[in-house]
């Protein structure tokens, strides 16, 4: 199939890239830069030239593929509300395009924010009235009504180089830049994860055999204690790991406090079972306390 992908030469889209190649797939991505359009030759794809915001070349993109994957989104928490609709204006431009066309349609979610203090499965929907900034999940599973096999990916905390891990990475830049590694409460709140190249795969399997409105879990692991992600980060920096309090969470997270003391465990048992999907690639504790890996 011929594949229109934003953020292919991202983080996770990169190796889901040449997933897509290596399995005989043509990938054409969307590219806001030079940088972009280098890295996805780079990786063997196809560039088209565009942003999120450019709606026109999102609706060509998709009208020009066999199918559209929807990784990119814009992480900056300051302004998520923001970045949220700039999301769903930017599905809802792909999704026209593909209505009717019975195409694969997948958009990125995440495995947070759906319900407090349980693992999270494939089959609990998000409550609309959460009123969480992205709608990415909402916003595209409209469209399996639609005459879309639209489907849905909630990522965990994805690892796998680069220095990036998620919502983990920016926990280590604020360990830098306060000198100390700070966890709330007694850090008992779990954080699912998943490796890339695993993410990568599930994203093609999605692809070839999801079925419309489906929703699919690339979690590896499903809950690991934030205490434990924040000592790996205190011994990389060299620098103390605190337990602070939820009212403090504000000061020292900034715009990332709304997720740093949530308990966010998420299971894959669906997707395995779904997918034939079984993940195999390290574990996240043992991947981030690589030497070097936050500065590679």
Excluded: C
Excluded at 95 to 121: M, N, R, W, Y
Excluded at 130 to 152: F, I, K, N, T
Excluded at 189 to 217: Q, S
């Amino acid at each position: 199939m011929r594949i229109f992908m934003t953020g292919a030469a991202g983080f996770i889209g990169t190796a889901t890239t040449r997933e897509l190649i290596t399995n005989g797939h043509q990938v054409v991505g969307l590219a806001r830069s030079d940088a972009n359009a280098a890295a996805l030759k780079a990786a063997g794809a196809e560039v088209h030239h565009g942003s999120l915001e450019d709606l026109d070349s999102l609706r060509a993109g998709a009208a020009d593929a066999d199918g559209v994957i929807h990784l990119a989104f814009i992480h900056d928490f300051s302004k998520f509300a923001e970045n949220g609709q700039i999301d769903k204006r930017a599905i809802e431009a792909m999704g026209d395009v593909l209505e009717g066309t019975h195409k694969p349609f997948i958009v990125t979610s995440g495995t947070g924010l759906i319900a407090p203090d349980v693992v999270i499965t494939e089959e609990m929907r998000r409550d609309a009235s959460a009123h969480v900034p992205r709608v990415s999940e909402q916003a595209g599973l409209a469209y399996a009504s639609r005459g879309v096999r639209a489907m849905a990916i909630r990522l965990p905390q994805v690892h796998g180089g680069d220095g990036k891990a998620g919502l983990i990475t920016y926990l280590f830049e604020d360990a830098r830049q306060k000198g100390t590694a700070a966890y709330v409460g007694d850090g008992s709140a779990r954080w699912a994860a998943g490796h890339r190249l695993d993410v990568a795969r599930l994203y093609r399997l999605a692809l070839e055999k999801g079925v419309a409105d489906g929703i699919y879990h690339a979690v590896g692991e499903e809950g690991i204690p934030l205490r434990e992600i924040v000592e790996v980060i205190g011994r990389a920096l060299n620098v103390p790991t605190v337990s602070i309090k939820p009212e403090e969470a504000g000061d020292y997270y900034g715009p990332l406090a709304m997720f740093a003391g949530l308990d966010m465990p998420a299971s894959s048992a669906l997707t395995q079972k779904w997918l034939g999907w079984t993940p195999t690639q390290i574990g996240l504790i043992a991947d981030i306390g690589q030497p070097g890996y936050f500065t590679s």
